[in-house]
């Protein structure tokens, strides 16, 4: 007979999602882990594989929940008929309050910190990115269609440049480098690509 078991897997991978995103990868150990969340080795073993096979979970659990955040964000945007470049704003926006408290991006850290290559750690980063773009393209091309972006750049060519500063911001948090001057770069962007 199988013993049931005693803790709850999916608030104990939010535990371990939020160790990987604080130390990464390479400095989290097992006994970190064990530590984060009370269980047992074994239970874990059980439950999760090895390290990297929770960490692939992680970062499949963190593309799931961004991926449902950002397509409930526009699709609330659309239906409260907010502009292109309020969205690119509120995309890009840091709360200058949260300085201290910010983190980049779990994705963009473990691209950074996985140079060598994992195809199934980079599938998970990959396809993060690939629907993050997916959204930037949907609202560049509301804001050309609408005439608040220039049309001189492709809507290809903006989002590239957005998705660089994206990468770009989510480095930069991590280095306490200053809520205000990043927000001050989102506005120069922005302000760069809006027709008025």
């Not at 535990?15 to 150990?29: D, E, P, R, S």
């Not at 970190?32 to 439950?47: H, R």
């Not at 690119?88 to 910010?102: M, R, S, T």
Request: charged share 25%; with cysteine.
């Amino acid at each position: 007979m199988a013993r049931t078991k005693k803790f709850d897997e999916g608030a104990t991978l939010e535990k371990i999602l939020n160790l990987f995103w604080q130390k990464g990868y390479h400095q989290a150990t097992l006994a970190d882990i064990l530590l984060a969340t009370g269980i047992k080795k074994q239970s874990m073993y059980n439950a999760y594989g090895d390290k990297r096979s929770v960490f692939i979970k992680v970062l499949r659990l963190y593309r799931e929940k961004n991926s449902l955040a950002m397509t409930q964000y526009v699709n609330s945007s659309l239906k409260d008929k907010k502009t292109a470049i309020q969205m690119l704003h509120e995309l890009f926006y840091i709360n200058p309050e949260a300085n201290g408290n910010i983190r980049g991006c779990l994705m963009i850290n473990s691209m950074v910190e996985f140079k060598e290559c994992d195809e199934e750690i980079r599938a998970e980063i990959d396809a993060l990115l690939v629907f993050f773009e997916q959204i930037l393209t949907q609202i560049v091309t509301i804001g050309q269609n609408s005439g608040e972006l220039i049309t001189t750049l492709s809507s290809s060519q903006i989002v590239d440049i957005f998705m660089n500063t994206h990468r770009g911001f989510q480095v930069a948090k991590d280095y306490d480098i200053l809520s205000k001057d990043l927000n001050q770069i989102a506005n120069s962007l922005i302000k760069l690509v809006s027709k008025n």
